[in-house]
T-cell receptor, first 112, second 112 residues
């Protein structure tokens, strides 16, 4: 069964710093990988979707990379802002069926 | 992308009662899912809501506790029956389109 791990569980950085969030998965047979943002008590907002054939995707200050063979993805946030404070989750979709596997998330705090 | 409306957004319920959560999507979708997120935890899939047939439940979730309806391709309901404090969670409706997942704002239930 696919297992998705996110390290660190929590991260605190000063405003303006660049940072990297990590996502690891055990089964490389994935269809795609998606990064989400979740504010406290709210739903998930999709940030970036990377298909299994892609290496990276960019949106504004966010860049997500995918190394399927090693079972790893990173989310790079440039010039962090207090408004970036949230929990970030990654999810992988299996190659077969409609199974989505979620990581446990990284709670990010950007200090003004 | 899909716009998903969920209601209620939050509620406080008494032990032993039931509550129905509604999920409305602004377009027709094939895949619709219900997730639960317990405090401090990641997402757990409850069931896949199938249009015109019975929902497909994940291990550990049963229809008597979490009955689901999906009368058409844009609407679904999840009922949490005979609630206990352990059911206090955020319940999330999600739809899949082209392999990408979209979420509603979630329904935050507190059971006293």
């Amino acid at each position: 069964k696919q297992e998705v791990t996110q390290i660190p569980a929590a991260l605190s950085v000063p405003e303006g710093e660049n940072l990297v969030l990590n996502c690891s998965f055990t089964d490389s047979a994935i269809y795609n990988l998606q990064w989400f943002r979740q504010d406290p008590g709210k739903g998930l907002t999709s940030l970036l979707l990377i298909q299994s054939s892609q290496r990276e995707q960019t949106s504004g200050r966010l860049n997500a990379s995918l190394d399927k063979s090693s079972g790893r993805s990173t989310l790079y946030i440039a010039a962090s802002q207090p408004g970036d404070s949230a929990t970030y989750l990654c999810a992988v979709r299996s190659n077969t069926g409609n199974q989505f596997y979620f990581g446990t998330g990284t709670s990010l705090t950007v200090i003004p | 992308s899909a716009v998903i409306s969920q209601k209620p957004s939050r509620d406080i319920c008494q032990r032993g009662t039931s509550l129905t959560i509604q999920c409305q999507v602004d377009s027709q979708v094939t895949m619709m899912f219900w997730y639960r997120q317990q405090p401090g935890q990641s997402l757990t899939l409850i069931a896949t809501a199938n249009q015109g047939s019975e929902a497909t439940y994940e291990s550990g979730f049963v229809i008597d506790k979490f009955p689901i309806s999906r009368p058409n391709l844009t609407f679904s309901t999840l009922t949490v029956s005979n609630m206990s404090p352990e059911d206090s969670s955020i319940y999330l409706c999600s739809v899949g389109g082209s392999g990408e997942l979209f979420f509603g704002e979630g329904s935050r239930l507190t059971v006293l």
